[in-house]
């Protein structure tokens, strides 16, 4: 049986472990730095065991020893953001939580595929590869497939038809600039653009990239995790058995789409290595405009962590 | 009392049963003309219940009222192909077939899967027989062509299955029309991610998919993609969930065509098709679908 350590026991994190043992996916381990809370939750779910028909064990630890030759570590640690908080608000709390999680991963786990998850994303995803030493494809972020799993189902729930039916790609950084790409989204196999109007498509990429604040501002005290911890729990399963998964994610690029030494939101292959290709799709000007401005805010990101950061 | 009925316990009968068990869509009744082949078959099932955890009940029966009340039934009665044979060759024989079950289940409430071949002219013959609305009879061409372009997209591009959308329309036979402007992966036109060369040849395995397995397994025809396909169809009705497949429907004007069926997509629910898709073709794409209408036309008008 593989292995999958969930670090962050918070809603996130304890959602994803959800999701892993209902589909029987790996054993868990989930740390939290809260005494006997990861211990409570993960008995918790194996009494549930019998009902729902776990076969994988689930473990839960303050320490981090625990995660010990872990297949995949999904890092979830850190704060969740407030009404009114920007994503960048977060940056110096979860830095520091991200650089002891990416250390311990590296002395517990040094085989093990890195999934990050705590916001600002893409900040984070650096942090993480940069405080671990792995290989460029062995970290990846969570950021473009939550950001499709949103614009589909407000395109399924639009046309009055099925999400699974509904394909969408979105790229760039997980923020406000994200950049949804109705040329590359597709109902069945048909074009987004011959079943909506422009204007129409154009409130649904808004609404996208607002997707997380609109829970936020629902929930008041709180922020998603229901969607956040499926779209982790796909990349997990993708990673696990090798499921060769074209989805987008946040990855580390070396000169695609004119970036790099930049994570960024495109359009990856996941299998049993990471991040096994990086897909380069024809954009328009208008696209490669918007990605660069995604890439610019993210940009921005990662220096403000420079004036923050002490490696090590 | 079933939601879901069988006509004809064969290998796509019992395997659709089989799929449909295996997903917990619904109960199952099955029906078929010889005595205890589908009480046999459902009892077999049943005993694997408890280790597969079914939550619904498969009956067998001879009794075709069994099936009335169901809220779909498909049709998988008929012979099957041979090597060497097209599906319209199985035409005359199984349209007797079809006949009889047309017939019994006219006034019927609930929607007609039809899988039996050649499947375009079974549901054009079950239509005329069975008087029953023409949203109501669907059949299974467009779905399994696509499932199997899905299949081949997959393997050539190295992505797994459920990334990729296919769409295959018009006659379940080598005129097939495999779409590839709205074939996607995650939304990524295929043509971007593949060749021409290639994409031609797995266009090609497509169209050939089904006379490849007759010629591979000589004793019989293929009937795990047909029932995967059938009980995809069966799910999207019994639990309304506007999923988009392509099935093939009497035409009342797509293209300027009428009076003929072929797959194009469409919205499933409850009440069979809901709404139909027509993707934009071009010329010859639309001169080849009439090719297809008119020697539909004839064959029917043979028989």
Same mark, same amino acid.
Not at chain 1, 155 to 174: S, T, Y
Not at chain 2, 3 to 30: L, P, R
Not at chain 2, 274 to 294: C, F, I, M
């Given at each position: ?21 209902e ?20 008995? &918790? ?5 019998p009902s729902r028909n ?31 908080? &920007? ?140 969607? *956040? ?12 058995? &090798? ?67 002490? *490696?090590? | 009392m079933a939601n879901i ?12 049963a089989f799929f449909i068990a295996e997903k917990n869509i619904g109960s199952v009744v ?12 459902a009892?077999?099932m049943m005993e694997a219940a408890p280790i597969r955890g079914y939550q619904y009940g498969i009956s ?11 809220s ?159 009980a995809?169809?069966v799910q999207?009705?019994v639990w ?64």
């Amino acid at each position: 049986m593989s292995k999958v350590s969930v670090i962050g026991a918070g809603n996130v994190g304890a959602t994803a472990v959800y999701y892993i043992a209902e589909k029987n996916i790996a054993d868990i381990v989930m740390v939290d730095v809260v005494p006997g809370m990861p211990q409570g939750k993960a008995a &918790d779910f194996m009494h549930a065991a019998p009902s729902r028909n776990y076969n994988i064990k689930i473990v839960g630890s303050n320490d981090y020893a625990e995660i010990a030759d872990s297949d995949v570590v999904v890092m979830t640690a850190g704060m969740a953001r407030k009404p009114g908080m &920007d994503r960048m608000d977060l940056l110096k709390t979860n830095v520091n939580i991200a650089k002891q999680a990416a250390q311990a991963i590296a002395t517990y786990a040094p085989n093990a595929l890195v999934i990050a998850v705590s916001n600002p994303l893409d900040v984070i995803s650096m942090v993480t590869l940069k405080e671990s030493g792995f290989a460029l494809k062995r970290v990846v972020g969570m950021a473009g497939i939550l950001d499709s799993t949103r614009f589909r189902y407000f395109i399924a729930e639009k046309l009055k038809v099925l999400p699974q039916d509904v394909m969408a790609m979105v790229l760039g950084g997980h923020g406000d600039t994200m950049v949804p790409l109705p040329r590359y989204t597709s109902v069945a196999g048909f074009p987004l653009t011959e079943l909506l109007d422009s204007a129409t498509i154009e409130q649904l990429v808004d609404r996208t990239r607002k997707g997380g604040a609109e829970i936020v501002s629902y929930l008041k005290k709180g922020s998603a995790y229901y969607a *956040p911890a499926a779209s982790v729990a796909k990349m997990v399963e993708a990673m696990i058995k &090798d499921e060769k998964r074209f989805v987008a994610a946040s990855a580390y690029l070396r000169g695609e789409y004119g970036h790099r030494d930049i994570f960024l939101g495109v359009p990856v292959l996941l299998g049993r290595n990471g991040v096994e290709k990086i897909y380069e799709l024809d954009l328009t000007e208008q696209e490669q405009t918007a990605l660069d401005g995604s890439a610019d805010a993210v940009q921005e990101g990662v220096k403000t962590l420079e004036s923050i950061y002490t *490696p090590g | 009392m079933a939601n879901i009925a069988i006509i004809g316990v064969g290998n796509v009968g019992a395997n659709t049963a089989f799929f449909i068990a295996e997903k917990n869509i619904g109960s199952v009744v099955m029906y078929d003309i010889q005595d205890g082949l589908a009480q046999g078959k459902a009892l077999d099932m049943m005993e694997a219940a408890p280790i597969r955890g079914y939550q619904y009940g498969i009956s067998g029966t001879n009794s075709v009222d069994d099936v009335a009340d169901a809220s779909v039934t498909v049709v998988a009665a008929g012979t099957v192909r041979e090597p060497g044979t097209k599906r319209d060759d199985l035409f005359t024989k199984n349209a007797e077939i079809i006949d009889g079950i047309a017939q019994s289940m006219k006034g019927y409430a609930g929607t007609v899967v039809i899988a039996t071949e050649p499947v375009d002219l079974m549901v054009m013959r079950f239509q005329e027989k069975s008087g029953l609305d023409a949203s109501r009879v669907v059949g299974l061409g467009g779905v399994l062509d696509s499932t199997r372009l899905r299949y081949a997209l997959s393997r050539e591009l190295g992505i797994t299955t459920e990334n990729i959308t296919a769409t295959v329309v018009g006659r379940h036979s080598d005129q097939m029309m495999p779409l590839v402007d709205y074939s996607r992966v995650n939304g990524v036109p295929v043509s971007t991610l593949m060749d021409e060369v290639h994409l031609a040849q797995v266009l090609d395995e497509t169209r050939n998919a089904g006379d490849l397995i007759v010629e591979m397994s000589q004793r019989s025809s293929s009937f795990y993609g047909p029932s995967a396909a059938a009980a995809d169809v069966v799910q999207a009705i019994v639990w309304d969930t506007k999923r988009i497949l392509p099935v093939s429907f009497v035409w009342d004007g797509q293209y300027g065509i009428a009076g003929v069926a072929m797959s194009l997509p469409t919205v499933l629910g409850f009440t069979g098709i809901e709404r139909v898709l027509e993707p934009k073709l071009s010329q010859d794409q639309v001169q080849n679908l009439k090719t297809s209408a008119d020697e539909l036309t004839s064959i029917y008008a043979k028989a």
